[in-house]
């Protein structure tokens, strides 16, 4: 008698465990169902509270100091400044848009006609480059501002395919949001404070500081220029110490400042935002 009672508390001790594990899986899985909704809910957040904060640091800010710290470099310091847009040289906005996205007013976070031709483009570089057997070396890209800005302030660099995808997907969600979100004003004073215009220096404040030795208030416009020259490759080229090839783009930039109506096209940017 004694043997059947044990058996039937086993019996009834493990089914009682089953049971809690069924549970546990049932609450597991209405978690990993509510994910994408917290995980989209957070990044209407985040991008929604930029309207009355001024971020204190972008993840490639994070990303850039974390890797220096991690390579040995201890001493390695972020340059970062904000400066509200109406105290830095409406030359810096204008210059950017010049050099990174002429439609910025005009398009919703993207330039499909620029995309296309970037693709056009690469097509053809790449095709040169396996006819003479070399790897490709020149490609265009068709990030407006706004994607840039996204990219810069929530996600990461590199060229691992998979993590590529990701971040691309990632990058065209923040986009939109940001466009949906945020005025096109603030969408362009974001970026020319959290851009890299130089090796750890981020931001028009700093960068004015760093390689001018003046206010973001008193840049020229040729300085406004050879700063928005070097955006593609920040650490590769300097403002401070021009080649000849920033020297060249600063000047064409300079160009179509004027093709764009100077600093009237930042009244446009501030028509698109109503």
């Known amino acids: 008698m004694g043997r059947t009672s044990d058996n039937s508390n086993g019996g009834a001790s493990a ?19 509510w994910l994408p909704a917290i995980a989209i809910a957070f990044s209407i957040l985040e991008v929604a509270s930029l309207r009355f904060i001024n971020p204190p640091f972008s993840s490639f800010m994070a990303i850039r100091l974390l890797g220096a710290w991690v390579s040995g470099d201890g001493g390695f310091r ?4 904000w400066r509200p847009l109406a105290k830095i040289s ?27 031709a970037a693709e056009r483009y690469n097509a053809r570089m790449k095709a040169r480059a396996e006819a003479r057997g070399r790897p490709v070396t020149k490609v265009r890209g068709a990030s407006t501002i706004s994607q840039q800005t996204a990219k810069n302030l929530f996600l990461w660099q590199g060229d691992n395919m998979a993590l590529r995808w990701g971040r691309k997907g990632l990058e065209v969600w ?6 949906h979100l945020l005025p096109k004003e603030r969408i362009l004073e974001l970026y020319v404070n959290i ?38 490759s920040p650490r590769r080229f300097s403002a401070a110490h021009p080649s000849a090839y920033v020297l060249r783009r600063a000047n064409a930039i300079q160009r179509q400042m004027g093709n764009l109506g100077g600093i009237g096209a930042l009244q446009d940017v501030e028509d698109a935002g109503r």
């Open 15 to 33: 089914g009682a465990q089953g049971t809690r594990r069924q549970r546990r899986r049932r609450r597991l899985r209405k978690w990993l169902l």
């Open 90 to 116: 409406p030359t810096l906005p204008v210059a950017v848009m010049a050099s990174e996205d002429q439609k910025f007013a005009e398009h919703d976070g993207f330039d499909f006609d620029a995309i296309q």
């Open 78 to 81: 972020i340059a970062y400044d």
């Open 195 to 232: 851009a890299e215009f130089g090796d750890g220096v981020y931001g028009a404040q700093a960068a004015s500081r760093s390689f001018f030795g003046v206010d973001a208030s008193r840049l020229s416009s040729a300085q406004a220029a050879r700063l928005a020259a070097v955006l593609p």
């Open 174 to 179: 923040y986009t939109f949001l940001m466009e």
